[in-house]
């Protein structure tokens, strides 16, 4: 197979020009993508209402700046894996619409994904705020 030919017609299918509107088109899918999981998964909800709680506390305790990096790094790690979560899983009902279970595994291990990263945050804040707090 030749490699260099091929690569060559993946850059010319591939090439897209640049300009400023489909810059602002690419802010406004990935707008869209937001708001449609938080329009529509309940778990991204519960992300974000648990993240405004941490940066009210944040403000009312006065953490320190190594804190809050910890505190908005977690933060955005738990929102985009939820984002993540979503595609795998709309993904998957695409290809696969029927019951397979595979097709579980998948969902489930994404899922399960999401569940660790927010354990580690939810650690990761009680070791911040509970001495601020007791």
């Given at each position: 197979?030749?490699?260099?030919?091929?690569?060559?017609?993946?850059?010319?299918k591939r090439?897209?020009?640049?300009?400023?509107?489909?810059?602002?088109?690419?802010?406004?899918?990935?707008?869209?993508?937001?708001?449609?999981?938080f329009i529509?998964?309940?778990?991204?909800?519960?992300?974000?209402?648990?993240?405004?709680?941490?940066?009210?506390?944040?403000?009312?305790?006065?953490?320190s700046i190594?804190?809050?990096?910890?505190?908005?790094?977690?933060?955005?790690?738990?929102?985009?894996?939820?984002?993540?979560?979503?595609?795998?899983?709309?993904?998957?009902?695409?290809?696969?619409?029927?019951?397979?279970?595979?097709?579980?595994?998948?969902?489930?291990?994404?899922?399960?994904?999401?569940?660790?990263?927010?354990?580690?945050?939810?650690?990761?804040?009680?070791?911040?705020?509970?001495?601020?707090?007791?």
């Amino acid at each position: 197979m030749n490699f260099k030919l091929l690569d060559k017609k993946l850059k010319k299918k591939r090439k897209k020009n640049i300009s400023f509107e489909r810059l602002i088109k690419s802010f406004r899918y990935a707008v869209d993508g937001f708001t449609y999981s938080f329009i529509n998964e309940q778990n991204l909800i519960v992300h974000t209402i648990i993240a405004l709680i941490a940066i009210i506390f944040g403000f009312i305790f006065k953490i320190s700046i190594v804190e809050w990096l910890f505190v908005l790094i977690m933060i955005g790690l738990v929102v985009c894996a939820e984002l993540i979560n979503t595609s795998i899983e709309a993904t998957i009902d695409l290809v696969c619409p029927e019951k397979h279970p595979l097709a579980k595994i998948a969902k489930d291990t994404a899922a399960g994904a999401v569940f660790v990263l927010a354990l580690v945050a939810v650690i990761g804040g009680l070791i911040i705020f509970v001495p601020k707090i007791f």
